[in-house]
């Protein structure tokens, strides 16, 4: 009868799961996360078990690395040799692991990320503290399970005469699951263990009394010890570790930095050129040239400085912008118990412990069998010397090797055992010295089973024993401390003068928002009538500043733009330059009112910010200065439907005048407004009717005496001395009349700004006529009247805007 195929009926997602978990099973267990007791992955104890068994140890001479990968691929682990090899290779890379548990001759890789030679090229073997992972293995001291074909076996776990797991670190990715635990000093962690075995109950400050922090290959500076104690405290932490870095000096006055230690598993030859490339595109300052100059007698990276360079400032420009500088988390995730667990320094070690308790108590029960085996068969010896006469003639009255064994038990009392040693006795073990060697051997073998006995019996003996041998362990394998570990973490503060060159310039910006900054070569060959703008458009903010000084640009929805004047894009004078929506996205219907040169955010200045609904809001210098520059920042909260008509930098101790469309003006002392933070939305300054607005507004100081022009839609122009036309008053007052209000066609102020004699008023009509008028050629006014009309209104229409043609200073409209 044919077979016939069996078929399951069954979701995707059921069988997808199930078969996901138990893959997700192997992979948790048996491939990516170490054993806790041992901290080996599978495949690093199927290599190390193999070069054991294949004698290829440290005390005997190497052997093709192809041999090594044949053996553990055929025997034990039955996946692809690349694999095995890589696991094998990074065992005996001294910059991956703090103690190599495999020697290799021949090129195994490098700190620049160079593949290592291929495996029939090279040559290994197991290091001498890799033997200390397996000694005792042959004694019954740990499980052993069959290998994939049922024709050997391999262990389960190694003995571990140390710590293996905190000593050398781990890390990798499963399912559901990764683990990163550093490499610590073999000294503190042997130290710790014994502190965990003698005092079960020692606190977490404890431990961490003898073990600093980790300690990794490569050195380096570790910081953040409130980082390290949350890892050793719950299996997660974060620190940060920095390469090591010293400033030599060079002839000439210059300076170099030297870099003789990295961050742990970071890649040398990126770091060069990432630093490299830093310098070339300009991002720092004073950097002459960065090369490597690393030998085999260690790291040596160099950045090379120009003459008054400043060598700290470049350092931690580096530190915070190149792998330089790392974070570290620890995740200290280990198999334990055959599953995966987050565990703290102490559930490690305690973990160590029991795994050490079960290897002696193990390797004594072994020994203590042999002893006991042994000695019953010396006891027989013995017995058979002292009538080895009668002895003899037995055996030799016997028809065979069976018979004689029987005649003996039955004639002695000798052991079936006893018999068989008598028997295969050699015959020059018969003279009268070796009864006193067998004598011997009895006493020492009396004293050993006691020895063992009392390890078996007593977990103080056995404490001791473990204590013994891991202090030898330390003793031989100990070394210098790479590592240092500092308490806080350094807060790294940039200087602007390393990122950028130090230059005078000269920088514009125009009412519809086209920035640009211009060598003071290309401004001095030209003019401000060859700049390229739009008709309707104007300058709002033309002046010296260096390229180390930042630009604050306010806009109408109360947002600010950060810009530091070295983003400002480079063009020659007589060019348009860029719109700042594409240096910093504003929103399409935002729009420039005004820009200050910023030269130090810690001067003691104010910002007053006035609004379309009257409001008042003065806020300190301080609060502006930004880290994060990619977008539009809050300059001030706006109420719904207001926006920022105009903002003033002040010593604190200015005049503030406002005006309104309907022709009020409020004069008063700005110290009036408070001071309030960065996000407020300030108070009240100027108390409007219910169709009123501000349109504007003026600072000045004290004992000044400037005067004021206003322009009104129906193109009058009128001046005003401010001290003798107007009334100074208090905050949140109506104000009073500018204007003669006219009941046929009103005046309404369009614009009102500080004018002095040489300055040019520029008018823009609502049919694009501009006409310019003279300060000095417009005559003072009384307050009450309309001022002097400069246009006809029914040949060029209202009035739409005004500024003034010379602008040098932040405040002119």
């Known amino acids: 009868m044919a077979n016939q195929e069996k078929l399951l009926d069954l979701p995707l997602e059921e069988v997808i799961g199930d078969r996901f978990g138990i893959y997700s099973k192997y992979i948790i267990q048996e491939r990516a996360l170490p054993d806790v007791r041992d901290g080996l992955k599978p495949v690093q104890r199927r290599i190390l078990y193999a070069m054991y068994q294949d004698g290829n140890t440290f005390e005997k001479p190497f052997r093709k690395s192809a041999k090594t990968v044949g053996n553990v691929i055929g025997n034990y682990h039955p996946h692809g040799d690349s694999s095995v090899y890589e696991a094998m290779v990074r065992m005996s890379q001294d910059w991956k692991v703090r103690n190599v548990l495999v020697q290799m001759h021949g090129n195994n890789g490098s700190?620049?990320?160079?593949?290592?030679?291929?495996?029939?090229?090279?040559?290994?073997?197991?290091?001498?503290?890799?033997?200390?992972?397996?000694?005792?293995?042959?004694?019954?001291?740990?499980?052993?399970?069959?290998?994939?074909?049922?024709?050997?076996?391999?262990?389960?776990?190694?003995?571990?005469?140390?710590?293996?797991?905190?000593?050398?670190?781990?890390?990798?990715?499963?399912?559901?699951?990764?683990?990163?635990?550093?490499?610590?000093?073999?000294?503190?962690?042997?130290?710790?263990?014994?502190?965990?075995?003698?005092?079960?109950?020692?606190?977490?400050?404890?431990?961490?009394?003898?073990?600093?922090?980790?300690?990794?290959?490569?050195?380096?500076?570790?910081?953040?010890?409130?980082?390290?104690?949350?890892?050793?405290?719950?299996?997660?932490?974060?620190?940060?570790?920095?390469?090591?870095?010293?400033?030599?000096?060079?002839?000439?006055?210059?300076?170099?930095?030297?870099?003789?230690?990295?961050?742990?598993?970071?890649?040398?030859?990126?770091?060069?050129?990432?630093?490299?490339?830093?310098?070339?595109?300009?991002?720092?300052?004073?950097?002459?040239?960065?090369?490597?100059?690393?030998?085999?007698?260690?790291?040596?990276?160099?950045?090379?400085?120009?003459?008054?360079?400043?060598?700290?400032?470049?350092?931690?420009?580096?530190?915070?912008?190149?792998?330089?500088?790392?974070?570290?988390?620890?995740?200290?995730?280990?198999?334990?118990?055959?599953?995966?667990?987050?565990?703290?320094?102490?559930?490690?070690?305690?973990?160590?412990?029991?795994?050490?308790?079960?290897?002696?108590?193990?390797?004594?029960?072994?020994?203590?069998?042999?002893?006991?085996?042994?000695?019953?068969?010396t006891q027989g010896l013995i017995k058979a010397v002292s009538i080895l006469d009668e002895v003899i003639a037995t055996i030799r009255a016997s028809k065979d090797k069976k018979d004689a064994k029987s005649h003996l038990s039955e004639q002695f009392g000798f052991t079936e055992p006893q018999s068989e040693a008598i028997v295969n006795l050699q015959l020059y073990r018969l003279t009268n010295t070796d009864i006193v060697t067998l004598e011997k051997e009895a006493e020492e073998l009396k004293k050993n089973i006691a020895r063992l006995q009392k390890i078996l019996s007593s977990d103080k003996v056995l404490v001791n024993v473990i204590k013994k041998e891991l202090l030898a362990t330390k003793k031989k394998y100990e070394d210098q401390r790479r590592t240092t570990i500092e308490n806080e973490i350094e807060e790294i503060k940039i200087d602007l003068e390393v990122m950028v060159a130090s230059e005078d310039v000269m920088v514009s910006l125009t009412k519809h928002g086209y920035v640009k900054r211009s060598s003071l070569r290309s401004y001095a060959a030209s003019n401000d009538n060859d700049i390229a703008m739009k008709d309707d458009d104007y300058l709002l903010f033309k002046q010296g500043m260096n390229t180390t000084n930042t630009l604050l640009i306010f806009t109408e929805k109360g947002h600010y733009l950060y810009l530091p004047v070295h983003m400002i894009p480079d063009k020659r004078w007589k060019d348009m330059g860029q719109h700042v929506a594409n240096i910093i996205p504003i929103q399409p219907d935002d729009s420039v009112i005004c820009a200050f040169p910023i030269a130090d955010f810690e001067e003691p200045l104010y910002f007053n910010f006035i609004t379309e609904l009257g409001m008042i809001k003065r806020t300190e210098l301080m609060h502006y200065q930004a880290q994060r520059h990619s977008k539009p920042l809050m300059a001030l909260k706006l109420k719904k439907n207001d926006r920022l008509v105009n903002a003033h930098l002040t010593d604190g101790q200015a005049n503030v005048l406002i005006a309104t469309k309907h022709g009020f003006g409020l004069w008063f002392d700005e110290a009036e407004a408070g001071t309030v933070g960065q996000r407020a939305s300030g108070v009240k300054a100027i108390n409007l009717k219910d169709d009123d607005v501000v349109i504007g507004s003026a600072v000045f100081g004290v004992g000044q005496n400037p005067e004021i022009i206003l322009v009104t839609q129906r193109g009058a122009v009128k001046k005003m001395a401010i001290y003798h036309q107007l009334e100074k008053s208090s905050r949140a007052r109506r104000g009073v009349m500018m204007l003669r209000e006219l009941k046929k066609s009103p005046h309404r102020l369009i614009g009102m700004s500080l004018i002095d004699s040489s300055d040019h008023l520029v008018i823009l009509t609502g049919n694009g006529e501009r006409i310019e008028v003279n300060a000095s050629d417009i005559r003072s006014n009384d307050r009450l009247s309309n001022g002097s009309y400069v246009l006809d209104q029914n040949e060029t229409g209202d009035v739409i805007s005004i500024w003034k043609k010379t602008v040098d200073k932040q405040e002119d409209k």
Do not use: W
């Not at 559901?176 to 000294?187: K, M, Q, V």
């Not at 010890?225 to 210059?254: D, H, M, S």
């Open 111 to 377: 700190l620049d990320g160079d593949p290592p030679a291929a495996m029939r090229y090279t040559e290994a073997r197991l290091s001498s503290i890799a033997s200390e992972l397996l000694r005792d293995i042959d004694k019954q001291t740990v499980d052993f399970v069959s290998n994939f074909d049922d024709t050997t076996e391999e262990p389960i776990v190694l003995p571990s005469r140390y710590p293996n797991l905190l000593v050398n670190g781990s890390t990798g990715i499963s399912a559901g699951y990764a683990t990163e635990i550093p490499p610590h000093h073999l000294g503190e962690i042997i130290d710790a263990t014994i502190l965990e075995m003698e005092k079960p109950d020692c606190t977490l400050d404890e431990l961490m009394a003898i073990v600093k922090g980790p300690d990794f290959p490569t050195g380096g500076i570790v910081q953040g010890l409130e980082g390290i104690r949350k890892a050793y405290r719950t299996g997660k932490g974060k620190i940060v570790v920095r390469g090591r870095a010293e400033v030599e000096p060079l002839r000439g006055g210059r300076e170099q930095i030297v870099i003789n230690e990295l961050p742990y598993e970071v890649n040398k030859a990126n770091l060069v050129k990432k630093m490299e490339e830093l310098r070339l595109d300009r991002k720092v300052e004073g950097v002459a040239e960065v090369r490597d100059e690393t030998d085999r007698t260690g790291t040596r990276v160099i950045i090379e400085l120009k003459k008054e360079a400043d060598a700290n400032g470049i350092l931690n420009y580096y530190y915070k912008n190149t792998d330089l500088q790392i974070t570290y988390n620890f995740n200290m995730v280990a198999i334990n118990r055959k599953t995966p667990e987050l565990m703290g320094l102490k559930a490690i070690l305690k973990a160590y412990v029991d795994h050490q308790k079960e290897v002696v108590i193990n390797r004594s029960k072994y020994d203590l069998k042999k002893s006991v085996d042994r000695e019953h068969i």
